[in-house]
Protein backbone atom coordinates (compact mmCIF):
# COMPACT_ATOMS: atom_id res chain seq x y z
CA UNK A 1 0.00 0.00 0.00
CA UNK A 2 0.99 3.61 0.12
CA UNK A 3 3.27 5.42 2.29
CA UNK A 4 -0.64 6.59 3.97
CA UNK A 5 -2.50 3.77 4.48
CA UNK A 6 -5.97 3.49 5.54
CA UNK A 7 -6.11 -0.12 5.16
CA UNK A 8 -3.72 -2.50 5.67
CA UNK A 9 -3.59 -5.35 3.39
CA UNK A 10 -5.21 -8.44 5.48
CA UNK A 11 -8.02 -5.53 6.72
CA UNK A 12 -8.41 -4.84 3.24
CA UNK A 13 -8.98 -8.18 2.21
CA UNK A 14 -11.36 -8.74 5.42
CA UNK A 15 -13.57 -5.78 3.58
CA UNK A 16 -13.66 -7.31 0.09
CA UNK A 17 -14.66 -10.73 1.54
CA UNK A 18 -17.48 -9.49 3.26
CA UNK A 19 -18.90 -7.30 0.18
CA UNK A 20 -22.56 -8.84 -0.21
CA UNK A 21 -25.60 -7.81 -1.85
CA UNK A 22 -28.77 -6.01 0.17
CA UNK A 23 -32.70 -5.95 -0.80
CA UNK A 24 -33.74 -2.38 -1.16
CA UNK A 25 -35.87 -2.20 1.55
CA UNK A 26 -32.56 -2.93 3.48
CA UNK A 27 -30.89 0.01 2.82
CA UNK A 28 -29.63 2.07 5.11
CA UNK A 29 -30.07 -0.44 7.62
CA UNK A 30 -27.28 -0.73 10.51
CA UNK A 31 -25.82 -3.82 8.77
CA UNK A 32 -26.09 -1.76 4.95
CA UNK A 33 -24.24 1.44 6.96
CA UNK A 34 -21.61 -0.80 7.67
CA UNK A 35 -20.66 -2.06 4.47
CA UNK A 36 -21.36 1.60 2.90
CA UNK A 37 -18.63 2.60 5.38
CA UNK A 38 -16.46 -0.48 4.14
CA UNK A 39 -16.61 1.18 0.64
CA UNK A 40 -15.81 4.33 1.65
CA UNK A 41 -12.61 3.12 3.14
CA UNK A 42 -11.95 0.46 -0.05
CA UNK A 43 -12.46 3.41 -2.24
CA UNK A 44 -9.97 5.66 -0.44
CA UNK A 45 -7.65 3.35 -0.44
CA UNK A 46 -7.93 2.44 -4.31
CA UNK A 47 -7.35 6.50 -4.59
CA UNK A 48 -4.36 6.50 -2.34
CA UNK A 49 -2.54 3.07 -3.95
CA UNK A 50 -3.38 4.95 -7.57
CA UNK A 51 -1.69 8.23 -6.94
CA UNK A 52 0.94 6.96 -5.15
CA UNK A 53 1.95 4.18 -7.99
CA UNK A 54 2.76 1.15 -5.69
CA UNK A 55 0.17 -1.71 -7.42
CA UNK A 56 -3.29 -1.68 -7.23
CA UNK A 57 -4.34 -4.55 -4.23
CA UNK A 58 -7.79 -3.38 -4.12
CA UNK A 59 -8.64 -3.75 -7.43
CA UNK A 60 -6.69 -7.48 -7.18
CA UNK A 61 -8.54 -7.83 -4.08
CA UNK A 62 -12.16 -7.29 -6.56
CA UNK A 63 -11.27 -9.72 -8.66
CA UNK A 64 -9.90 -12.40 -6.59
CA UNK A 65 -12.81 -12.57 -4.46
CA UNK A 66 -15.03 -12.27 -7.64
CA UNK A 67 -16.91 -9.15 -6.15
CA UNK A 68 -17.35 -6.96 -9.34
CA UNK A 69 -20.79 -8.38 -10.11
CA UNK A 70 -21.66 -7.52 -6.50
CA UNK A 71 -20.33 -3.95 -6.91
CA UNK A 72 -22.24 -3.79 -10.05
CA UNK A 73 -25.83 -5.33 -8.44
CA UNK A 74 -25.26 -2.73 -5.32
CA UNK A 75 -24.85 0.07 -8.08
CA UNK A 76 -28.22 -0.76 -9.69
CA UNK A 77 -30.37 -1.34 -6.26
CA UNK A 78 -29.07 1.99 -5.00
CA UNK A 79 -30.27 3.51 -8.76
CA UNK A 80 -33.68 1.99 -8.43
CA UNK A 81 -33.79 3.01 -4.50
CA UNK A 82 -33.01 6.74 -5.82
CA UNK A 83 -35.68 6.51 -8.57
CA UNK A 84 -38.68 4.27 -7.14
CA UNK A 85 -38.05 4.62 -2.86
CA UNK A 86 -36.57 7.84 -2.35
CA UNK A 87 -39.48 9.85 -4.25
CA UNK A 88 -41.96 8.28 -1.77
CA UNK A 89 -40.19 9.07 0.83
CA UNK A 90 -39.94 12.55 0.40
CA UNK A 91 -43.74 12.66 -0.24
CA UNK A 92 -45.09 11.14 3.08
CA UNK A 93 -46.79 13.48 4.73
CA UNK A 94 -45.33 12.14 8.42
CA UNK A 95 -41.96 12.31 7.22
CA UNK A 96 -40.31 14.78 8.93
CA UNK A 97 -37.17 13.76 10.12
CA UNK A 98 -34.84 16.49 12.54
CA UNK A 99 -31.59 15.31 10.47
CA UNK A 100 -31.32 13.66 7.00
CA UNK A 101 -27.95 12.42 7.02
CA UNK A 102 -28.54 8.94 7.16
CA UNK A 103 -30.95 8.94 4.08
CA UNK A 104 -27.80 11.47 2.29
CA UNK A 105 -25.61 8.35 2.95
CA UNK A 106 -27.84 6.01 0.59
CA UNK A 107 -28.13 8.99 -1.74
CA UNK A 108 -24.51 9.26 -1.85
CA UNK A 109 -23.43 5.20 -1.63
CA UNK A 110 -24.12 5.37 -5.46
CA UNK A 111 -21.79 8.03 -5.88
CA UNK A 112 -18.73 6.29 -3.89
CA UNK A 113 -19.57 2.42 -5.84
CA UNK A 114 -19.34 4.12 -9.16
CA UNK A 115 -16.22 6.18 -7.95
CA UNK A 116 -14.46 2.59 -6.70
CA UNK A 117 -15.50 1.13 -10.43
CA UNK A 118 -13.93 4.08 -11.94
CA UNK A 119 -10.56 3.67 -10.44
CA UNK A 120 -10.67 -0.42 -11.04
CA UNK A 121 -11.79 -0.48 -14.40
CA UNK A 122 -9.11 1.63 -15.51
CA UNK A 123 -7.72 -2.23 -15.73
CA UNK A 124 -9.02 -4.69 -17.90
CA UNK A 125 -8.76 -7.90 -16.07
CA UNK A 126 -11.59 -5.81 -14.34
CA UNK A 127 -13.52 -5.57 -17.12
CA UNK A 128 -13.35 -9.83 -17.56
CA UNK A 129 -13.74 -10.34 -14.28
CA UNK A 130 -17.91 -8.71 -14.26
CA UNK A 131 -18.46 -11.49 -16.37
CA UNK A 132 -22.11 -11.33 -17.32
CA UNK A 133 -22.98 -8.16 -15.27
CA UNK A 134 -20.61 -5.49 -17.89
CA UNK A 135 -24.02 -5.68 -19.74
CA UNK A 136 -25.69 -4.18 -16.98
CA UNK A 137 -22.81 -2.12 -16.19
CA UNK A 138 -23.42 -0.83 -20.06
CA UNK A 139 -27.21 -0.27 -19.88
CA UNK A 140 -26.62 1.60 -16.54
CA UNK A 141 -23.90 3.79 -18.24
CA UNK A 142 -26.17 4.41 -21.06
CA UNK A 143 -29.22 5.80 -18.92
CA UNK A 144 -26.73 7.90 -17.24
CA UNK A 145 -25.14 9.48 -20.46
CA UNK A 146 -28.83 9.65 -22.27
CA UNK A 147 -29.55 11.56 -18.89
CA UNK A 148 -26.97 13.83 -19.16
CA UNK A 149 -28.03 14.51 -22.71
CA UNK A 150 -30.94 15.96 -21.97
CA UNK A 151 -30.31 17.83 -19.25
CA UNK A 152 -27.43 19.57 -21.00
CA UNK A 153 -30.12 21.82 -22.79
CA UNK A 154 -31.12 22.94 -19.45
CA UNK A 155 -27.70 24.33 -19.00
CA UNK A 156 -25.59 21.85 -16.22
CA UNK A 157 -26.80 22.11 -12.38
CA UNK A 158 -25.78 25.16 -10.93
CA UNK A 159 -23.13 25.66 -8.03
CA UNK A 160 -25.23 28.05 -5.77
CA UNK A 161 -27.64 26.42 -3.44
CA UNK A 162 -30.96 27.93 -3.49
CA UNK A 163 -33.36 28.49 -0.26
CA UNK A 164 -35.80 25.45 0.13
CA UNK A 165 -38.23 25.52 2.86
CA UNK A 166 -37.54 21.68 4.45
CA UNK A 167 -34.44 19.79 4.88
CA UNK A 168 -35.84 17.26 2.51
CA UNK A 169 -36.15 19.46 -0.33
CA UNK A 170 -32.44 20.74 0.10
CA UNK A 171 -31.66 16.90 -0.14
CA UNK A 172 -33.44 16.49 -2.93
CA UNK A 173 -31.56 19.49 -4.61
CA UNK A 174 -28.50 17.83 -3.34
CA UNK A 175 -29.40 14.59 -5.22
CA UNK A 176 -29.90 16.28 -8.44
CA UNK A 177 -26.41 18.11 -8.22
CA UNK A 178 -24.92 14.32 -6.96
CA UNK A 179 -26.34 12.51 -10.35
CA UNK A 180 -24.49 14.96 -12.53
CA UNK A 181 -21.40 13.78 -11.39
CA UNK A 182 -22.41 10.00 -11.08
CA UNK A 183 -22.74 10.79 -14.66
CA UNK A 184 -19.69 11.90 -15.42
CA UNK A 185 -18.42 8.57 -13.39
CA UNK A 186 -20.04 6.38 -15.72
CA UNK A 187 -18.71 8.05 -18.76
CA UNK A 188 -15.26 7.04 -17.76
CA UNK A 189 -16.38 3.99 -16.84
CA UNK A 190 -17.89 3.26 -20.40
CA UNK A 191 -14.34 4.49 -21.61
CA UNK A 192 -12.69 1.42 -19.75
CA UNK A 193 -15.37 -0.79 -20.84
CA UNK A 194 -14.53 0.71 -25.06
CA UNK A 195 -10.71 -0.11 -23.92
CA UNK A 196 -12.10 -4.17 -23.89
CA UNK A 197 -14.13 -3.73 -26.93
CA UNK A 198 -12.54 -6.68 -29.01
CA UNK A 199 -12.61 -9.23 -26.02
CA UNK A 200 -16.18 -8.27 -24.95
CA UNK A 201 -19.13 -10.59 -25.42
CA UNK A 202 -21.64 -10.27 -29.13
CA UNK A 203 -23.86 -10.11 -26.74
CA UNK A 204 -22.38 -7.23 -24.90
CA UNK A 205 -20.99 -5.57 -28.44
CA UNK A 206 -24.18 -5.54 -29.96
CA UNK A 207 -25.73 -3.92 -26.80
CA UNK A 208 -23.28 -1.31 -27.17
CA UNK A 209 -23.80 -1.00 -30.79
CA UNK A 210 -27.19 -1.73 -32.35
CA UNK A 211 -29.31 -1.62 -29.29
CA UNK A 212 -28.10 1.85 -27.53
CA UNK A 213 -26.18 2.71 -30.61
CA UNK A 214 -23.28 4.41 -28.30
CA UNK A 215 -21.18 5.96 -30.99
CA UNK A 216 -24.28 8.43 -32.15
CA UNK A 217 -24.73 9.10 -27.88
CA UNK A 218 -21.34 9.87 -27.76
CA UNK A 219 -21.41 12.73 -30.59
CA UNK A 220 -24.07 14.18 -28.77
CA UNK A 221 -22.16 14.55 -25.53
CA UNK A 222 -19.12 16.58 -27.82
CA UNK A 223 -22.24 18.75 -29.31
CA UNK A 224 -23.47 19.72 -25.89
CA UNK A 225 -19.92 19.26 -23.61
CA UNK A 226 -22.24 19.73 -20.57
CA UNK A 227 -18.82 20.02 -18.53
CA UNK A 228 -18.68 23.62 -19.82
CA UNK A 229 -20.25 26.33 -19.69
CA UNK A 230 -19.66 29.74 -20.11
CA UNK A 231 -19.92 32.33 -16.80
CA UNK A 232 -19.71 35.77 -16.67
CA UNK A 233 -18.01 35.64 -20.14
CA UNK A 234 -15.47 33.33 -18.56
CA UNK A 235 -15.31 29.51 -19.68
CA UNK A 236 -15.77 27.05 -17.11
CA UNK A 237 -15.20 23.89 -16.92
CA UNK A 238 -16.11 20.56 -14.45
CA UNK A 239 -13.09 19.30 -12.76
CA UNK A 240 -12.44 17.54 -9.66
CA UNK A 241 -15.63 18.14 -8.07
CA UNK A 242 -16.28 21.41 -8.97
CA UNK A 243 -16.18 24.38 -11.26
CA UNK A 244 -13.23 25.73 -12.13
CA UNK A 245 -12.30 28.93 -14.49
CA UNK A 246 -10.20 28.04 -17.34
CA UNK A 247 -7.53 30.48 -18.29
CA UNK A 248 -7.11 31.89 -21.93
CA UNK A 249 -3.86 30.27 -22.44
CA UNK A 250 -5.58 26.80 -21.14
CA UNK A 251 -8.44 26.89 -23.55
CA UNK A 252 -7.01 24.94 -26.18
CA UNK A 253 -6.22 22.54 -23.85
CA UNK A 254 -8.16 19.08 -24.23
CA UNK A 255 -10.50 18.48 -20.60
CA UNK A 256 -9.95 14.53 -19.62
CA UNK A 257 -14.01 14.25 -19.96
CA UNK A 258 -13.70 15.64 -23.86
CA UNK A 259 -10.86 13.25 -23.96
CA UNK A 260 -12.54 10.01 -22.81
CA UNK A 261 -15.69 10.87 -25.30
CA UNK A 262 -12.46 10.42 -27.92
CA UNK A 263 -11.08 7.50 -26.96
CA UNK A 264 -14.41 5.86 -26.73
CA UNK A 265 -15.27 6.94 -30.11
CA UNK A 266 -11.97 5.60 -31.08
CA UNK A 267 -12.17 2.08 -29.92
CA UNK A 268 -16.22 1.69 -30.89
CA UNK A 269 -15.13 3.01 -34.46
CA UNK A 270 -12.22 1.71 -35.22
CA UNK A 271 -11.69 -1.62 -33.34
CA UNK A 272 -12.11 -4.93 -35.97
CA UNK A 273 -14.47 -6.19 -33.70
CA UNK A 274 -16.91 -3.65 -33.51
CA UNK A 275 -16.46 -2.00 -37.21
CA UNK A 276 -17.51 -5.58 -37.97
CA UNK A 277 -20.55 -5.29 -36.07
CA UNK A 278 -21.46 -1.60 -36.53
CA UNK A 279 -24.28 -0.75 -39.26
CA UNK A 280 -23.55 2.53 -40.42
CA UNK A 281 -27.08 4.13 -41.33
CA UNK A 282 -28.08 7.24 -43.08
CA UNK A 283 -28.61 8.26 -39.69
CA UNK A 284 -25.23 7.15 -37.93
CA UNK A 285 -23.40 8.48 -40.84
CA UNK A 286 -24.90 11.73 -40.78
CA UNK A 287 -24.18 12.04 -37.12
CA UNK A 288 -20.51 10.55 -37.08
CA UNK A 289 -19.71 13.10 -39.84
CA UNK A 290 -20.46 15.74 -37.41
CA UNK A 291 -17.14 14.75 -35.94
CA UNK A 292 -15.13 16.04 -38.35
CA UNK A 293 -15.72 19.53 -37.35
CA UNK A 294 -14.32 19.02 -34.35
CA UNK A 295 -10.98 17.18 -35.31
CA UNK A 296 -8.90 20.80 -35.37
CA UNK A 297 -5.01 20.62 -35.73
CA UNK A 298 -5.20 22.03 -32.17
CA UNK A 299 -6.70 18.51 -31.10
CA UNK A 300 -4.82 16.03 -33.02
CA UNK A 301 -1.65 17.33 -31.74
CA UNK A 302 -2.56 16.08 -28.17
CA UNK A 303 -4.39 13.13 -29.22
CA UNK A 304 -2.39 12.10 -32.52
CA UNK A 305 -4.36 8.85 -32.45
CA UNK A 306 -7.18 10.39 -34.14
CA UNK A 307 -5.79 11.05 -37.44
CA UNK A 308 -7.06 7.29 -37.91
CA UNK A 309 -10.65 8.33 -37.00
CA UNK A 310 -10.30 11.13 -39.19
CA UNK A 311 -9.49 9.24 -42.59
CA UNK A 312 -12.01 6.85 -40.96
CA UNK A 313 -14.80 9.76 -41.67
CA UNK A 314 -13.36 10.85 -44.83
CA UNK A 315 -13.47 7.16 -46.23
CA UNK A 316 -17.19 7.00 -44.44
CA UNK A 317 -18.27 10.25 -46.02
CA UNK A 318 -17.72 9.19 -49.74
CA UNK A 319 -19.61 5.29 -49.06
CA UNK A 320 -23.39 5.03 -49.21
CA UNK A 321 -24.88 3.82 -46.26
CA UNK A 322 -25.94 0.52 -45.00
CA UNK A 323 -29.69 -0.50 -44.34
CA UNK A 324 -30.83 -1.30 -41.15
CA UNK A 325 -29.90 -5.13 -40.74
CA UNK A 326 -32.86 -7.28 -39.28
CA UNK A 327 -30.62 -10.44 -38.59
CA UNK A 328 -32.28 -12.41 -35.77
CA UNK A 329 -29.71 -12.59 -33.37
CA UNK A 330 -30.01 -14.80 -29.61
CA UNK A 331 -28.14 -13.07 -27.16
CA UNK A 332 -28.11 -11.96 -23.71
CA UNK A 333 -29.55 -9.58 -21.88
CA UNK A 334 -28.97 -7.48 -18.53
CA UNK A 335 -31.11 -8.61 -15.79
CA UNK A 336 -30.38 -6.31 -12.98
CA UNK A 337 -32.66 -3.89 -13.11
CA UNK A 338 -35.42 -6.09 -14.62
CA UNK A 339 -34.93 -8.68 -11.34
CA UNK A 340 -35.11 -5.99 -8.90
CA UNK A 341 -37.98 -4.38 -10.62
CA UNK A 342 -40.37 -7.65 -10.59
CA UNK A 343 -39.24 -8.29 -6.84
CA UNK A 344 -40.21 -5.32 -6.01
CA UNK A 345 -42.97 -4.30 -8.30
CA UNK A 346 -45.87 -2.40 -5.45
CA UNK A 347 -43.79 -2.46 -2.83
CA UNK A 348 -42.43 1.52 -3.15
CA UNK A 349 -44.22 2.62 -0.50
CA UNK A 350 -44.45 0.00 1.96
CA UNK A 351 -40.42 0.00 1.50
CA UNK A 352 -41.03 3.82 1.80
CA UNK A 353 -42.92 3.61 5.34
CA UNK A 354 -40.93 0.34 6.46
CA UNK A 355 -37.75 2.71 6.49
CA UNK A 356 -39.30 6.01 7.97
CA UNK A 357 -39.95 3.76 11.00
CA UNK A 358 -36.89 1.37 10.85
CA UNK A 359 -34.18 3.27 9.28
CA UNK A 360 -34.17 7.07 9.15
CA UNK A 361 -35.68 7.85 12.08
CA UNK A 362 -33.11 7.03 14.34
CA UNK A 363 -32.36 8.25 17.89
CA UNK A 364 -29.99 10.84 19.37
CA UNK A 365 -27.77 7.89 20.73
CA UNK A 366 -27.98 6.52 17.71
CA UNK A 367 -27.22 9.71 15.76
CA UNK A 368 -24.44 10.55 18.27
CA UNK A 369 -22.53 7.17 17.22
CA UNK A 370 -23.21 7.28 13.47
CA UNK A 371 -21.42 10.87 13.82
CA UNK A 372 -18.60 9.17 15.49
CA UNK A 373 -18.42 6.24 13.03
CA UNK A 374 -18.11 8.60 9.71
CA UNK A 375 -15.23 10.51 11.43
CA UNK A 376 -13.46 7.55 11.61
CA UNK A 377 -14.13 6.69 8.11
CA UNK A 378 -13.81 10.03 6.90
CA UNK A 379 -9.97 10.63 8.27
CA UNK A 380 -9.12 14.03 7.37
CA UNK A 381 -5.40 13.14 6.86
CA UNK A 382 -6.68 10.53 4.14
CA UNK A 383 -9.08 13.35 2.65
CA UNK A 384 -6.16 15.80 2.02
CA UNK A 385 -4.22 13.14 0.21
CA UNK A 386 -7.07 11.91 -1.49
CA UNK A 387 -7.64 15.62 -2.85
CA UNK A 388 -6.40 16.64 -6.07
CA UNK A 389 -5.78 20.07 -4.92
CA UNK A 390 -5.90 22.39 -2.23
CA UNK A 391 -9.48 22.27 -0.09
CA UNK A 392 -12.08 25.09 -1.26
CA UNK A 393 -14.00 27.23 0.75
CA UNK A 394 -17.17 26.01 1.96
CA UNK A 395 -18.68 29.09 0.96
CA UNK A 396 -17.50 30.57 -2.02
CA UNK A 397 -15.02 28.11 -3.38
CA UNK A 398 -11.97 30.15 -3.12
CA UNK A 399 -9.41 28.18 -1.89
CA UNK A 400 -8.81 28.17 1.60
CA UNK A 401 -6.54 28.02 4.41
CA UNK A 402 -8.35 27.38 7.76
CA UNK A 403 -10.99 24.84 8.79
CA UNK A 404 -13.62 24.71 11.37
CA UNK A 405 -11.86 24.67 14.85
CA UNK A 406 -14.94 22.54 16.17
CA UNK A 407 -15.63 19.63 13.73
CA UNK A 408 -12.64 19.99 11.48
CA UNK A 409 -14.78 18.97 8.16
CA UNK A 410 -15.14 22.29 6.69
CA UNK A 411 -12.76 24.68 5.08
CA UNK A 412 -13.17 28.63 4.36
CA UNK A 413 -11.12 31.21 3.28
CA UNK A 414 -11.73 33.90 5.67
CA UNK A 415 -14.42 34.72 9.02
CA UNK A 416 -16.60 36.19 7.04
CA UNK A 417 -17.41 33.36 4.61
CA UNK A 418 -17.51 30.93 8.28
CA UNK A 419 -19.70 32.95 9.22
CA UNK A 420 -22.16 33.26 6.64
CA UNK A 421 -22.21 29.51 6.01
CA UNK A 422 -22.81 28.80 9.70
CA UNK A 423 -26.80 28.54 9.30
CA UNK A 424 -26.32 25.72 6.71
CA UNK A 425 -22.71 24.08 8.57
CA UNK A 426 -23.80 24.52 12.21
CA UNK A 427 -25.96 21.26 12.83
CA UNK A 428 -23.63 19.02 11.08
CA UNK A 429 -20.70 20.92 13.14
CA UNK A 430 -22.83 19.92 16.65
CA UNK A 431 -23.38 16.38 15.84
CA UNK A 432 -19.79 15.89 14.47
CA UNK A 433 -18.34 17.70 17.99
CA UNK A 434 -20.87 15.28 19.88
CA UNK A 435 -19.84 12.04 18.12
CA UNK A 436 -16.14 13.19 18.98
CA UNK A 437 -16.99 13.00 22.53
CA UNK A 438 -18.93 10.11 22.49
CA UNK A 439 -15.81 8.26 21.88
Not at 366 to 381: F, N, P
Request: proline residues 5%; negative net charge.
Amino acid sequence: MGDLELLLPDEADVLVRGLRSFQLRDMGSRGWNQQHENLEKLNMQAILDATASQGEPIQELLVTHGKIPTLVEELIAVEMWKQKVFPVLCKLEDFKPQNTFPIYMVLHHEASIINLLETAFFHKEVCESAEDTVLDLVDYCHRKLTLLVAQSGRGAPPEEESQYSSPMQELQKQAELMEFEIALKALSVLRYITDCVDSLSLSTLSRMLSTHNLPCLLVELLEHSPWSRREGGKLQQFESGRWQTVTPSEQQKLSKLDGQVWIALYNLLLSPEARARYCLTSFAKGQLLKLRAFLTDTLLDQLPNLADLQGFLAHLALTEAQPPKKDLVLEQIPEIWERLERENKGKWQAIAKHQLRRVFSPSEQDLRLQARRWAETYRLDVLEAVAPERPRCAYCSAEASKCCSRCQNEWYCCRECQVKHWEKHGKACVLAVQGDRAK
